[in-house]
């Protein structure tokens, strides 16, 4: 299923714009408008939903934070688990980490070693934006760790100027809902 321009329109008219956050110069994309318009959230759902229920899937990983909502909810349209990709210490159990570079040094992500009870599960990765494709290179790296089919990285906003998908393509397809 391929959005329409009304569609897209909806759905980025819906996100939110919030200068000098968290720091002055940066433009953030705050996608909790979108999540209180029940008209674009199952807009973008139901694209979601017809897009990916031919992949396969076994599993659904959200990278912390914004990437819980939209896995979770996607995972239970399809019918599937979801496995969150958390900031390093948030996990109770073993996990395998992954380190990546930030503009001012580094940070990690986590998914719990026990992740997917299935052998080589088809997996499909998930967060509401890609900017510089960090952490979802590190989030992907990890899922093929543990020993998963990463079937593709999916994100509802690529800030394309950024040039993140680049990254991410070095390890997996990328889809993105809105290019900005």
Known sequence: MILNEADKNLIQNSIRDVHDFPKEGIVFKDITTLLNNKEAFKTLMNHLEERYKSYNLD????IDSRGFIFGAA????????FVPVRKKGK????TVCE?????????????????FPKKKPNVLLID???????????????I?????N?????????????????????????????DI
């Open 99 to 115: 380190k990546y570079e930030l503009e001012y040094g580094y940070d990690e992500v986590e998914i719990h070693l026990d992740a």
């Open 144 to 148: 093929k760790k543990i020993d998963a």
């Open 59 to 62: 599993y659904i990983c959200g």
């Open 150 to 178: 990463l079937l593709e990285a999916c994100f509802i906003l690529n800030l394309t100027f950024l040039n993140g998908v680049k990254k991410v393509e070095e390890h997996t397809k990328v889809y993105a809902v809105l």
């Open 128 to 142: 509401d934006l890609i900017a510089t494709g960090g952490t979802a290179t590190a989030a992907s790296k990890l």
């Open 91 to 94: 996990l109770p159990s073993t």
């Open 74 to 81: 996607l995972a239970d349209r399809l019918g599937i688990g």
